[in-house]
């Protein structure tokens, strides 16, 4: 389990380190374009960063959809939650794993959905248009990212059936960073 959770965090975080400076070479590209500096605008308009966009719209999307299972196995995806709440220790617990058999459900259902379609489109000539890359490629991340939001609805189901706890998301905590008493008690005053 900890390779995957690596795994995730790895591709989530390259993803969008790499779409930041994807982003940022394309605006300095762009920006320094309209210098008029005989010899460099030239050079610059001659390089194409027109692939910039298109690339970083479909990390993007990988990005998202790692990204909502990471946010499902860390409690940090988005619930709405507040009859579940109000509810007693029983009914609260049979809505919970519910709720969360009824995410698996969905997100495998759209796994499969997905997987269907990019096995299709991957016996077609479709490519992206400006980088030219396979479309399955592209859409490869509905499959690949549902199955696994999947199996973290199931993971935290199962381990909501065990031990009665939901994960939860400190806002507060910096992850590598543990403060110690002396630095929360200086911040508080």
Request: glycine share 8%.
């Given at each position: 389990?900890?390779?995957?959770?690596?795994?995730?965090?790895?591709?989530?975080?390259?993803?969008?380190?790499?779409?930041?400076?994807?982003?940022?070479?394309?605006?300095?590209?762009?920006?320094?374009?309209?210098?008029?500096?005989?010899?460099?605008?030239?050079?610059?308009?001659?390089?194409?960063?027109?692939?910039?966009?298109?690339?970083?719209?479909?990390?993007?999307?990988?990005?998202?959809?790692?990204?909502?299972?990471?946010?499902?196995?860390?409690?940090?995806?988005?619930?709405?939650?507040?009859?579940?709440?109000?509810?007693?220790?029983?009914?609260?617990?049979?809505?919970?794993?519910?709720?969360?058999?009824?995410?698996?459900?969905f997100t495998g259902i759209v796994g499969t959905l997905g997987a269907t379609f990019v096995y299709e489109l991957s016996?077609?000539?479709?490519?992206?248009?400006?980088?030219?890359?396979?479309?399955?490629?592209?859409?490869?991340?509905?499959?690949?990212?549902?199955?696994?939001?999947?199996?973290?609805?199931?993971?935290?189901?199962?381990?909501?059936?065990?031990?009665?706890?939901?994960?939860?998301?400190?806002?507060?905590?910096?992850?590598?960073?543990?403060?110690?008493?002396?630095?929360?008690?200086?911040?508080?005053?």
């Amino acid at each position: 389990m900890k390779i995957l959770d690596h795994l995730e965090e790895w591709l989530i975080a390259s993803l969008m380190a790499a779409a930041t400076i994807v982003v940022f070479v394309a605006v300095v590209h762009r920006y320094m374009s309209g210098w008029p500096i005989p010899g460099l605008q030239d050079w610059l308009i001659q390089l194409n960063t027109s692939w910039a966009q298109e690339l970083t719209i479909y990390m993007f999307v990988w990005m998202a959809k790692f990204g909502a299972a990471y946010g499902v196995r860390t409690g940090i995806h988005v619930g709405v939650d507040v009859l579940i709440n109000r509810m007693s220790g029983a009914w609260y617990r049979r809505f919970v794993v519910l709720g969360l058999l009824a995410g698996a459900l969905f997100t495998g259902i759209v796994g499969t959905l997905g997987a269907t379609f990019v096995y299709e489109l991957s016996h077609t000539s479709s490519t992206s248009e400006v980088l030219e890359i396979p479309m399955w490629m592209v859409y490869l991340a509905v499959p690949l990212g549902s199955y696994l939001m999947c199996f973290r609805f199931l993971q935290v189901a199962w381990s909501f059936i065990r031990t009665g706890e939901l994960p939860k998301h400190d806002h507060a905590h910096v992850e590598g960073i543990d403060p110690n008493e002396e630095d929360i008690a200086g911040a508080k005053v």
